[in-house]
């Protein structure tokens, strides 16, 4: 069964960065595309990023625009999300998943969520 393990978090200070691993492991990346998502203490699941297999086609909730950015090796089976100029807004645990081409988890896919990283952003 497909798995992911995220690591990377911790607590920064507002305009601090981090970067993000999603390792997968069980099954080859190479044809999926791969989501990042976030949720925060009492609010839904929001899609922060997706990445197609190849790594062409890249999309971003407008909220992170400009500050993240995800990439992947699929030689490596990991995803990555790069974040920059951190905002508190952004806190929260963030996970990665099998995706669908509209950036939602792909739950036609059978695979296992990690536990996810979480990420604070405090001054």
């Known amino acids: 069964q497909l798995q992911f393990q995220e690591s990377g978090g911790g607590l920064v200070q507002p305009g601090e960065s981090l970067r993000l691993s999603c390792v997968a492991s069980?099954?080859?990346?190479?044809?999926?595309?791969i989501g990042w998502f976030r949720r925060a203490p009492g609010k839904d699941v929001q899609a922060v990023a997706c990445?197609?297999?190849?790594?062409?086609?890249?999309s971003y909730t407008d909220p992170v625009k400009g500050r993240f950015t995800v990439s992947r090796d699929n030689a490596k089976r990991t995803v990555f999300l790069q974040m920059n100029n951190l905002k508190p807004e952004d806190a929260a645990t963030y996970y990665c998943?099998?995706?669908?081409?509209?950036?939602?988890?792909?739950?036609?896919?059978?695979?296992?969520w990690g536990q996810g990283t979480q990420v604070t952003v405090s001054s």
């Open positions: 998943a099998v995706a669908t081409s509209r950036c939602r988890p792909d739950t036609q896919v059978d695979f296992r």
């Open positions: 069980g099954f080859t990346l190479d044809y999926f595309q």
């Open positions: 990445i197609n297999f190849n790594g062409e086609r890249i």
